[in-house]
Each structure stands twice: as C-alpha cells, then as structure tokens.
C-alpha cells in the first residue's frame, strides 16, 4: 500500500516549489504580470488555464520565502475550474505527475483537494513492475492541517476498493475476503463471526445454494464484523462478495466473464466504508456482514428453475443462475435486519441494466428514505463522488412474481433490470429500517486524471460523507 503519510508535509518555511492555481478568469492578470520570457513560453504551449492542464516554467528570480514565492529550479502552472474554491479532483492532474520533490500552493488553498493530491500517487503494482516510477511528490499544507486526517484515510480507503478489484480472482477468493475482514477486526478489536459449511447451509441457504459449486476450492462463508459501543445507534454495512462470476449454469460468454474478477466491488466498498468508520470512530454500532461466494459449475450447481430457500422464509424461485448477487444480499440483508438497526446500506456490482441507465460513473442509487437519499446525494455532490436515484417503483414488483414459488430472482421481461433487482432485494429489508442500495460498476472502462483504468470506489466517499454528517 502507497505510504500516504509521506505526499503531505506541515509548511514549515521549507524550500519547496510553487504551484500556481489559476482559472480562466483569473489567468490574463497573471500572465499580464509575467516577464516576456514566460509571457512566450506560456504562448507557445498555448496553455489558458483550462482544467486539468498544467504547464512547468523555469525560476527567472527568486523573491523571498512566503506563499508566493517561485523557488527551487522550477514552478507549475495549473488550472483548474475555479481558483477560490477547489473541488476534490483539482490537484488530480499533478500528484503523481510532477517530478519527486516538495511544492507548495500559491493562489489557493488545498482544503478538499488533498484527496486529490494524494490518490493519484497510488498504483497497483503487485503483478508488474512499473515503469519509469518516481519518488514522492509532497504537498506542504499551513491551515489545511485540520484536512490532512480526512484526506489520508479516504485515499486509503479508495485505494484499498481499487486494489481488491484489480485483484485476479485467483488471489481474490472467499477465504482472502475473509483475512482482509480479520485484520480489520484485530487492528480495531472488533468482533469477526465466520459462519460456513452446514451452518450456513441451515441458516443462510441463499448463499449456501449459490456458493456450493465452489465448494471444494472456494467454500462459500458470510463474514460478521460487529464493532462499537452498545450505547450508540446501530448501523448495517452489507457487501455483494461474488469474488468470480461464471454466470453459473446460465453460464456467461468469454467476453462477459472477463471483467467477473470485480463481481466483489460491493464487498470492497463495504470493507473500505467500515474501515473508514472505525478509523474515524464514529459513534455508531457497525455490523459489517460480506456473503462471500464464487458463482461456479460443477455437478452440484444451482440449476434454472431450482427452488432456493432463503433465510427469512421466503421461497425463491431461480430463473436464471446469472441473477445470483440479489440471491446471496437476500440472506444478508435479511440477517442484518434482524438486529434492528438504525439504517442499513449495501454495496454490490448487480446489474448491467444500472450501467445501460447511467453509464459506468455514476453508480445507481436506491432508497427507502427520502431524507437518506438526499443526504447521501449531498454527500456525493461535496465529495464530487456523485450519485443518482433511481426509483424503486413498486407496480413492476409483479415482475418477479413465480408460479411455483414466493418470488423469482429475475423479472419477466427485459425491462427495468436494475429496478427489479432491487425491488427483489426491498423483500429482505424491514419495512420500517431506512434502507439504500447501490449498485455500482466498480470500475474504470477508461482512464481520468487521478482515476487509472481498473478498479474504482464509486459511491464510497459519497456515503462516507453522509454517515459523518449525519453521525458526528
């Protein structure tokens, strides 16, 4: 894991070089004030400020030692889109790409673009070395100090969705689910449950039915985290853990299993958002609860048309063994409801249909409380980690009607894929507990500033914001 700690320094008065933030209404005084030598270099990039470029002039003189100081062999040049207030992704387009050293800001304050500073310096690594990779680019901060604790644990957070993602599946299988669980119960002494084998089978047949096919090299499990005092209010933090998804019997093509290594993507951000509540210690009762499973085949799988059981007593009918992420959220969303908690969110990579809708940005929102949709939207916007809400529209629950059965796991017809599926998962959830569920891509198709092509935590930060406002 990237050392963080080292990409952001207390100013001290140290000798650094300068960036400059500007924008395009900001951006001819500066140039006005330059000496013709940079007036042309600036002319000849044609460089105006626009967002996410930057351009590296050299030091003609130096004039002293404060904020607005150009030291060093060089300065930097960036724009962004306004100067006075920086959005999260600002800086994005120079950590990680300026050359190792210190810098310090001139013209703004870092503030919330720490994150950004920060997050593009990580790469993922385990499986290739990196070529051309350089030392730290620092970052020295006077009154943002206050910022750098938040900063720090959200890129750790982020890049520990984007690491788990990136992660093939043969690395990446129930059981290291499970020790990534463990080290966060023994770092922060929480309390981990591990529930397999005939006991699951028994009480949380859904995951068992899904999982068995793998039973011999990836046994199924449902991973229990509790932490917190029993004063505070309680709070359900459920992940989607298929950590490879054939498809199973309705088995997927070559193409569409390809990316099936991100089939975890909710359970990682189920991790890493607990992991963020028990860094900050928010003052809530966590449960984490990861059904961790690889949907594969053997003799033993679960076929189209079996009848699953599922741990709150409802009878599932299996249209499709593809459908199976709804099928193991169903037991664990049902467990999780069962301690009473004040809210419950979940995370899972669930559908295409989500990604037909809204693209692979911005990751489909479902709730049951208007005030929590808002609040996680609000929290998205600040944290330009967006979200959209989507409808659970309770007329196409007749969709996932069965004839055999109390319900199908898939809807009859094409339409409103992700709809059903949640409306699939609202079965689980008790009426009265506030309830969101994001379905989520987990991904990067194509490469941003700060945002590599790979793994990706989409919609991590926005509920992360929202469980410290409404919890500090």
């Known amino acids: 894991m990237t050392d963080f700690n080292a990409l952001i320094e207390a100013d001290k008065g140290q000798p650094a070089r300068t960036i400059r933030i500007l924008d395009v209404n900001n951006f001819e005084d500066w140039l006005k004030d330059q ?127 984007r690491d788990m993602v990136n992660m093939p599946a043969a690395d990446m299988g129930p059981d290291r689910l499970e020790s990534i669980v463990e080290k966060l119960a023994e770092t922060h002494r929480a309390d981990l449950k591990i529930t397999r084998g005939d006991t699951l089978e028994k009480h949380f047949p859904m995951i068992y039915g899904v999982g068995k096919a793998a039973m011999r090299d990836h046994a199924p499990r449902l991973i229990e985290l509790k932490w917190g005092k029993p004063d505070h209010p309680k709070i359900a933090l459920v992940g989607k853990g298929v950590t490879f998804d054939s498809g199973g019997l309705s088995m997927k093509s070559p193409a569409g299993m390809l990316l099936m290594k991100k089939d975890m993507g909710g359970a990682a951000h189920a991790i890493a958002l607990a992991r963020l509540v028990m860094e900050a210690k928010l003052p809530v009762q966590l449960h984490l609860l990861i059904p961790a499973v690889e949907n594969s085949i053997d003799g033993n799988a679960l076929r189209p048309g079996d009848i699953l059981h599922s741990r709150k007593g409802l009878t599932v009918e299996v249209g499709n063994t593809d459908a199976e992420g709804r099928l193991v959220l169903g037991d664990a969303l049902t467990l999780a409801g069962e301690d009473e908690p004040e809210l419950i969110i979940d995370f899972a990579t669930l559908t295409g249909a989500a990604r037909v809708a809204l693209g692979p940005d911005l990751p489909a929102l479902f709730c049951s409380d208007d005030a929590m949709a808002a609040g996680l939207i609000e929290g998205g916007d600040q944290e330009d980690d967006p979200l959209w809400r989507m409808p659970l529209w309770s007329r196409y629950e007749s969709r996932l009607n069965s004839n055999i059965a109390d319900i199908s796991n898939v809807a009859s017809g094409s339409f409103a894929g992700c709809i059903t599926a949640a409306l699939f998962l609202q079965k689980f959830v008790p009426e009265n507990t506030a309830w969101a569920h994001f379905d989520t891509y987990a991904w990067r198709p194509a490469s941003k500033a700060g945002r590599p092509k790979g793994g990706e935590a989409l919609g991590l930060r926005a509920s992360w914001n929202y469980l410290k406002a409404r919890y500090n």
């Open 35 to 161: 000496p013709d030598t940079i007036r042309n270099i600036v002319t000849a990039y044609n460089f105006t400020a626009n967002p996410e470029s930057y351009l590296i002039l050299p030091v003609l003189s130096s004039k002293g030692n404060d904020d607005s100081a150009e030291q060093g062999d060089f300065t930097v040049v960036a724009g962004v889109i306004d100067h006075e207030k920086l959005d999260p992704w600002a800086l994005a387009k120079l950590g990680g790409k300026l050359p190792e050293g210190k810098y310090r800001l001139a013209g703004a304050h870092a503030k919330n673009a720490l994150f950004g500073w920060l997050i593009p310096q990580h790469e993922f690594d385990k499986y290739k070395e990196l070529p051309n990779r350089q030392g730290p680019s620092t970052l020295l901060v006077k009154d943002e100090i206050s910022q750098v604790d938040e900063a720090l644990r959200q890129a750790e957070a982020t890049a520990m969705v």
